[in-house]
């Protein structure tokens, strides 16, 4: 497994901005973020392959971007025009295995501790 610590969590406006950081503790080919909002299950956001593939789920499409710096084995999460429904706690994934990857939160195998992000209307 990888180790995973997650930063740059915190309260903003609807509309507003926050950016993600993820530092691994080695190079996983998957990586990606998944979110938790209370009494919902898990929602995988996006993901960012080692080969460069990323890919979002429909609802933060246009609105949020993933990328990794691979030299320093950080992912990193750009959220812009945040809506409440946002508001979830925001975990760093990984797979360990290099043979895909997907927004399913079960194909994941590593987790940060999670950073919250609340977003007020």
């Known amino acids: 497994q990888v180790q995973l610590v997650e930063s740059g969590g915190g309260s903003v406006q609807a509309g507003g901005s926050l950016r993600l950081s993820c530092a691994a503790s080695r190079y996983t080919y998957c990586m990606g973020w998944v979110r938790q909002a209370p009494g919902k299950e898990r929602e995988g956001v996006a993901y960012?392959?080692?080969?460069?593939?990323?890919r979002y789920a429909d609802s933060v499409k246009g609105r949020f971007t993933i990328s990794r710096d691979n030299g320093k084995n950080t992912l990193y999460l750009q959220m812009a025009n945040l809506k409440p429904e946002d508001t979830a706690m925001y975990y760093c994934?990984?797979?360990?295995?290099?043979?895909?990857?997907?927004?399913?939160?079960?194909?994941?195998?590593?987790w940060g501790q999670g950073t919250q992000v609340t977003v007020s209307s």
């Open positions: 994934a990984a797979r360990r295995f290099e043979d895909f990857c997907s927004l399913k939160a079960a194909d994941f195998d590593s």
């Open positions: 960012y392959t080692g080969g460069g593939t990323t």
